[in-house]
C-alpha cells in the first residue's frame, strides 16, 4: 500500500474540451474550462484565478495551453485527461465508469416527453395532476409552472437531453417526505426492462412567484442500482474505508459506503471534505460537488462557472496544506457542461486527471490521454491491493 487514504474531488461537469464521440451526443467544439477561461480574459478583462490547479498542471488538459492559466514548467502534480467511454454522458454514467463500471448498455430518453402508460401509474400513486412532460432547463420549469402548482398542487414532470425523470414541487405544496416517497416510486418504474432510465431526481424549490422561485439544497437523486460490482464495493468486501460527500451516495444507490455526508452547496461540501480529512481513516473518499453543472453550467452561467471554481481552488489549496504524506489527491471531472454553449443540456467531454500528494516523487509527470475513466478506479484498488474485475489500467508507478 502507497497511500493510506485517496481522496477524489469530482468538480462536477468540468470538461477539458469535446471528446472523439462529440458529434454523436451534439457537443462537436465544446469546452468546458477552455471556454470558460476565455470568457474571464474576454469579457472580464481577467484571467481565470486558479493558482492550485495551475500548480498541478491543469493547463496541460489543454494541449495549446489554457487561457491566461499557468503553465509551470514543473507542476507539483501529475495531470492528463480521462475519456468517457460510457454510452450515457450524464452523472451517473461518469461516476460509475470511474468506479470501474462503465455504462455499456443504453439507456431510454424521452425528448418529446414520458408515455402516458407511464404518467398514468404517476397520478395514480400521489393522487396528483402532471404538468409539463417535456425536455425544460430546471430553473425555467419552475418559472413557467411554479405558479400553476401554487394553484393545483400537481406534480412538475419534466426531462432533459440526459436519462433522467425530474420532479419539481414547492416545498409547502408537496412536503419533501411526499416528494421522496413519490420519487422512490417513479423509480421503480423505470428500472427496465421496458423502460430503462438513469434517474429520477427531486427537484424542490421555495418562493412565492415565478419571479423568486428557488431552487433548495433539498435535492435528491434516485440512481439506477448498479449492475455489477463497483471499486467501492470490492474496497468495502476487503475492509477499507469508503466515504460518500455529495451525492456520489445517491448515484450508486449508497452500495459500498461506509457513510455519507450530503452537501447543501459546493462550500458546504468543501467542510465536509475537511472535516473527514481531519479524521483518521484508511480508504476512499469520494467527493461530488455539484455546484458547477446545476447552479451554473446547465443555466449557462460561463461568469458564475469560473467564479465557483476559482472559489473550490482556494479551499483546495487548504486541503493540499493540511495533507499527510500518505495522502493521494485526485481531481476529475465526470462529464463537460460547456457554459458558454447552445442549449442547456451536458456536452460530451474529455475530463482533467490531477494527482498530489506531499510524498510524491514524480512531479510533473505527464499522465497523457487515458482510454477510460475505470483507469482512475484501477488505480484506487491497486494501491490497497485490492483486485479488480479487469475494467481500467492502473496509473498508481506514475503517482508515486
Given at each position: 500500500?502507497?497511500?493510506?487514504r485517496?481522496?477524489?474531488i469530482?468538480?462536477?461537469?468540468?470538461?477539458?474540451?469535446?471528446?472523439?464521440?462529440a458529434?454523436?451526443?451534439?457537443?462537436?467544439?465544446?469546452?468546458?474550462?477552455g471556454h470558460?477561461?476565455e470568457?474571464f480574459?474576454?469579457?472580464?478583462?481577467?484571467p481565470?484565478?486558479?493558482?492550485?490547479m495551475?500548480?498541478?498542471?491543469v493547463?496541460y488538459t489543454h494541449?495549446?495551453g489554457?487561457?491566461?492559466?499557468?503553465?509551470?514548467?514543473?507542476?507539483?502534480?501529475?495531470?492528463g485527461?480521462?475519456?468517457?467511454?460510457?454510452?450515457?454522458?450524464?452523472?451517473?454514467?461518469g461516476?460509475w465508469?470511474?468506479m470501474c463500471?462503465?455504462?455499456?448498455?443504453h439507456?431510454?430518453y424521452f425528448p418529446?416527453?414520458?408515455?402516458e402508460?407511464?404518467?398514468?401509474k404517476l397520478?395514480?400513486f400521489s393522487g396528483?395532476g402532471?404538468?409539463?412532460?417535456k425536455p425544460?432547463?430546471?430553473?425555467?420549469?419552475?418559472y413557467?409552472?411554479g405558479?400553476?402548482q401554487?394553484r393545483?398542487g400537481?406534480?412538475?414532470?419534466y426531462t432533459?437531453?440526459?436519462?433522467?425523470l425530474?420532479?419539481?414541487?414547492h416545498?409547502?405544496?408537496?412536503?419533501?417526505?411526499?416528494?421522496?416517497?413519490?420519487?422512490?416510486?417513479?423509480?421503480t418504474?423505470i428500472n427496465?426492462?421496458k423502460?430503462t432510465?438513469g434517474?429520477v431526481?427531486?427537484?424542490p424549490?421555495?418562493?412565492?412567484?415565478k419571479?423568486d422561485?428557488?431552487?433548495?439544497?433539498?435535492?435528491h437523486?434516485?440512481?439506477?442500482?448498479p449492475?455489477?460490482p463497483?471499486?467501492?464495493?470490492?474496497?468495502q468486501?476487503?475492509?477499507y474505508?469508503?466515504i460518500s460527500?455529495?451525492k456520489?451516495w445517491?448515484?450508486?444507490?449508497?452500495?459500498?459506503?461506509?457513510?455519507t455526508?450530503?452537501n447543501?452547496?459546493?462550500m458546504?461540501?468543501?467542510?465536509?471534505v475537511?472535516?473527514v480529512?481531519?479524521?483518521?481513516?484508511?480508504?476512499?473518499c469520494?467527493?461530488?460537488?455539484v455546484d458547477?453543472d446545476a447552479v451554473?453550467?446547465?443555466?449557462?452561467?460561463?461568469r458564475?462557472d469560473?467564479?465557483?471554481?476559482?472559489?473550490?481552488?482556494e479551499?483546495?489549496?487548504?486541503v493540499?496544506d493540511?495533507?499527510r504524506?500518505?495522502d493521494l489527491?485526485?481531481?476529475?471531472?465526470?462529464?463537460?457542461n460547456d457554459p458558454?454553449?447552445?442549449?442547456t443540456?451536458?456536452t460530451?467531454?474529455?475530463?482533467?486527471?490531477?494527482a498530489w500528494?506531499?510524498?510524491?516523487?514524480?512531479h510533473?509527470t505527464?499522465?497523457g490521454?487515458?482510454?477510460?475513466c475505470?483507469?482512475l478506479?484501477?488505480t484506487?484498488?491497486?494501491?490497497?491491493g485490492?483486485s479488480?474485475?479487469?475494467e481500467?489500467?492502473?496509473f498508481?508507478?506514475?503517482v508515486?
Amino acid at each position: 500500500m502507497r497511500y493510506q487514504r485517496i481522496l477524489v474531488i469530482v468538480i462536477d461537469s468540468i470538461g477539458v474540451g469535446f471528446a472523439p464521440d462529440a458529434d454523436r451526443y451534439k457537443s462537436a467544439g465544446a469546452d468546458t474550462l477552455g471556454h470558460m477561461a476565455e470568457y474571464f480574459e474576454r469579457e472580464l478583462g481577467r484571467p481565470l484565478n486558479i493558482p492550485s490547479m495551475a500548480q498541478l498542471g491543469v493547463a496541460y488538459t489543454h494541449p495549446g495551453g489554457l487561457a491566461g492559466v499557468p503553465a509551470p514548467q514543473a507542476p507539483r502534480g501529475a495531470h492528463g485527461r480521462m475519456q468517457v467511454i460510457s454510452l450515457g454522458n450524464d452523472s451517473l454514467d461518469g461516476h460509475w465508469e470511474m468506479m470501474c463500471l462503465p455504462t455499456r448498455f443504453h439507456v431510454d430518453y424521452f425528448p418529446e416527453g414520458f408515455p402516458e402508460e407511464l404518467l398514468d401509474k404517476l397520478r395514480a400513486f400521489s393522487g396528483r395532476g402532471i404538468l409539463c412532460n417535456k425536455p425544460y432547463s430546471g430553473t425555467q420549469v419552475i418559472y413557467d409552472y411554479g405558479e400553476e402548482q401554487l394553484r393545483t398542487g400537481d406534480l412538475i414532470v419534466y426531462t432533459s437531453g440526459d436519462s433522467v425523470l425530474q420532479i419539481a414541487a414547492h416545498e409547502d405544496v408537496i412536503p419533501l417526505d411526499e416528494l421522496y416517497r413519490i420519487c422512490e416510486y417513479a423509480r421503480t418504474l423505470i428500472n427496465g426492462p421496458k423502460i430503462t432510465m438513469g434517474r429520477v431526481i427531486a427537484r424542490p424549490y421555495v418562493g412565492t412567484c415565478k419571479e423568486d422561485f428557488q431552487r433548495t439544497a433539498n435535492r435528491h437523486d434516485y440512481g439506477l442500482m448498479p449492475t455489477g460490482p463497483t471499486a467501492l464495493t470490492m474496497l468495502q468486501d476487503a475492509g477499507y474505508d469508503v466515504i460518500s460527500v455529495g451525492k456520489t451516495w445517491d448515484l450508486f444507490c449508497g452500495q459500498g459506503f461506509d457513510r455519507t455526508y450530503h452537501n447543501e452547496s459546493n462550500m458546504d461540501g468543501m467542510d465536509h471534505v475537511d472535516e473527514v480529512m481531519s479524521q483518521d481513516w484508511r480508504g476512499l473518499c469520494f467527493t461530488n460537488l455539484v455546484d458547477f453543472d446545476a447552479v451554473y453550467g446547465h443555466r449557462r452561467n460561463a461568469r458564475g462557472d469560473g467564479e465557483a471554481l476559482e472559489a473550490f481552488d482556494e479551499r483546495l489549496a487548504r486541503v493540499m496544506d493540511a495533507m499527510r504524506p500518505d495522502d493521494l489527491l485526485m481531481v476529475t471531472a465526470d462529464h463537460g457542461n460547456d457554459p458558454t454553449y447552445t442549449g442547456t443540456d451536458h456536452t460530451r467531454e474529455l475530463v482533467p486527471l490531477l494527482a498530489w500528494s506531499p510524498s510524491m516523487a514524480a512531479h510533473g509527470t505527464d499522465l497523457g490521454l487515458r482510454s477510460t475513466c475505470s483507469d482512475l478506479g484501477a488505480t484506487v484498488l491497486d494501491n490497497f491491493g485490492v483486485s479488480g474485475n479487469g475494467e481500467g489500467e492502473s496509473f498508481l508507478n506514475l503517482v508515486s
